[in-house]
């Protein structure tokens, strides 16, 4: 470190960050657990969300879109890493194109997708008139409805995958790939007996990472589906916001606010718990 | 040698290949807005436009809000930026090079609210701003952007500092520079890039926020340009030539900086992305 100089002036330069943050999130944080507890004076309200069958029916389409997501987003960005990993061609094409996805917006992402998956002339059911199959309204089926948003949000984050998986993948000594080679080990062998396992920790960093930001996910929700057929795509996130913002309770968007935080609280925590496991690794 | 320059040509198929896939929808949706709406539906599976036209893009600047928007997006990215990155600059000086009672504590709490994601504070902040009296304002917004971006701006600046050697900080002092000359003549030049990178990160962030910028602004004219264009989605129903022009529109500005920083910005994702 290079705290050279003791200084209680320093404090000084800190203290705008300081108060921005305590004004806008602090003060927020506080008056959003006042809110749900009706100024402390009972968690009633907090309780009745935890029994609310809405508030676990939205929790579940939670889990059912991040844990698509999350998968997807690794397996893809693996493959895509792997690819890199052994092409000095992708190597360098690859970073750049994977990352523009990520650079778009949600909002035009959302409208590109919804574009494609048009009924009547969005190139998806185009390709399948093609080959024969029947064109359907993607988005008004609730499981088709999942599958594109989840497609769509992976399009956009598979990039961050890869960079990720890549950085990872380029540490490990090629000494190890050398000796295995030259014990007659297969490429496939390689793959799972060597590379996998080296890995996985960072994966699975990556697993939780992409797990707190799906799950917090809305702006894309929002404008693909809306919340889906008939709430079919609710995920919690979308659901608080509703609660708040359409229906204007926002005594009970506070207390779905807070289950969410709840929520992520444990996703942290297991976030650091995977994240020492991976710099272990390293000793 | 035959079999190398095969092998070789493979990969570069699937690397074309796979890069075509992923830019696809993006080549779709560029294409779709060059077409006028009577070749869409009549020809709905050409990549390229049999009669390509500019009109879906005059529609949108000329009949829609679209320039307000963008002046719009404009005025609050380039205000939080400059906010965001000289609050986050004085900060990570403090933290990178001076130690003080509690300094350790406290910026850990400061990144712990950036853990927190932004969609818990809303209400809070909608409620509060309402009581206020400050809704629908530009610069509540900029200031809610700020202080979202705040912690990890200067966890990366922190880290951009932290790569200064100290000796040049004691040679300096030696020489008779203060705190403030330091940070002007010495830091923030070598820290430039990481500057410039927070930067452009902030102006990326606003420029594409949603969320937040829909639930804050409710008069037309205030909107930035992503509440803008979710606007559009149903004032152009079937019509989706100018909608598409106006998404590529959109993203214009953020395709262009992509390609003039390119390299740096991927670099600088990997280090700022492996952080927050």
């Given amino acids: 470190m290079f705290n050279i100089i003791k200084d209680k002036r320093a404090f000084w330069f800190t203290l705008p960050a300081i108060i921005l943050v305590a004004g806008v999130l602090a003060y927020p944080a506080i008056y959003t657990i006042m809110m749900s507890t009706h100024n402390f004076s009972t968690i009633q309200l907090l309780v009745d969300t935890f029994t609310d069958t809405r508030v676990y029916s939205s929790l579940w389409k939670s889990v059912i879109f991040v844990g698509g997501t999350v998968i997807l987003h690794l397996v893809l960005g693996l493959i895509l890493a792997l690819i890199a990993n052994y092409s000095p061609i992708a190597k360098n094409i690859f970073p750049f194109i994977v990352v523009v996805p990520w650079v778009l917006s949600d909002v035009v992402t959302s ?23 029947s064109s359907q309204n993607w988005l ?44 007659g080990a297969g490429e496939f062998r390689i793959l799972i007996n060597i590379t996998l396992p080296i890995i996985t920790p960072t994966l699975l960093v990556l697993a939780i990472i992409f797990t707190i930001g799906t799950f917090n996910l809305i702006n894309i929700i929002y404008i693909l589906t809306g919340g889906g057929p008939f709430n079919a795509t ?8 509703k609660t708040a913002f359409f229906s204007l309770d926002f005594s009970k968007g506070a207390s779905i606010a ?24 390293y000793r | ?39 869409t539906l009549s020809e709905p599976g050409r990549l390229i436009p049999r009669k390509p036209t500019l009109q879906n893009y005059f529609t949108v600047w000329n009949s829609s809000p679209m320039p307000i928007y963008f002046k719009n997006s404009f005025i609050v990215a380039g205000v939080e930026a400059l906010l965001a990155v000289t609050i986050s600059t004085l900060a990570a000086v403090a933290f990178s090079r001076f130690y003080f009672k509690g300094s350790d504590i406290l910026f850990i709490l400061l990144l712990a609210f950036s853990m927190i994601p932004s969609l818990v504070y809303l209400i809070g902040q909608y409620t509060a701003l309402s009581k206020l009296g400050l809704l629908n304002s530009h610069l509540s917004l900029i200031v809610i952007y700020a202080a979202t971006r705040i912690p990890i701006t200067l966890w990366i600046l922190k880290d ?33 890039s990481g500057i410039a990178g927070v930067f452009f990160l902030n102006v990326l962030f606003c420029w594409n926020e949603f969320i937040v910028a829909l639930t804050l602004i409710s008069s037309t004219y205030k909107r930035t340009i992503p509440v803008g264009i979710n606007s559009f989605i149903d004032i152009y129903g079937i019509s989706y030539g100018p909608l598409l022009a106006a998404a590529i529109i959109a993203s214009i500005p953020v395709l262009i900086l992509f390609i003039i920083l390119g390299r740096q910005f991927v670099e600088g994702l990997t280090e700022g992305a492996v952080k927050g």
Avoid at chain 2, 32 to 39: A, G, I, N, V, Y
């Fill in chain 1, 111 to 133: 409208i590109m997708w919804r574009w494609m998956v048009n009924p009547n002339v969005g190139i998806l059911n185009i390709v399948l008139k093609q080959l024969g199959m």
């Fill in chain 1, 140 to 183: 008004s089926v609730p499981t088709t409805a999942f599958v594109i948003l989840i497609i769509a949000d992976t399009w956009k984050g598979v990039g961050l995958a890869f960079l990720f998986i890549l950085s990872s993948l380029k540490k490990i000594p090629k000494a190890l790939y050398d000796s295995a080679h030259v014990d």
């Fill in chain 1, 234 to 241: 609710n995920v919690l996130a979308l659901h608080m916001y």
């Fill in chain 1, 258 to 281: 807070v289950v969410i935080f709840l929520v992520n609280i444990v996703f942290t925590l297991i976030y650091f718990r995977f994240l020492k496991r991976s710099q272990d690794i």
């Fill in chain 2, 1 to 39: 040698m035959y079999n190398h320059f095969n092998k070789k040509m493979l990969w570069a198929v699937i690397v074309i290949f796979t890069s075509f896939m992923i830019l696809f929808p993006i080549l779709w949706t560029i294409s779709t807005s060059f077409k006028l709406d009577s070749e």
């Fill in chain 2, 160 to 192: 951009s500092f932290d790569q200064i050697p100290s000796e040049l900080d004691e040679a300096a002092l030696l020489d008779g520079c203060g705190i403030l000359d330091m940070l002007i003549h010495i830091h923030i030049p070598l820290a430039r």
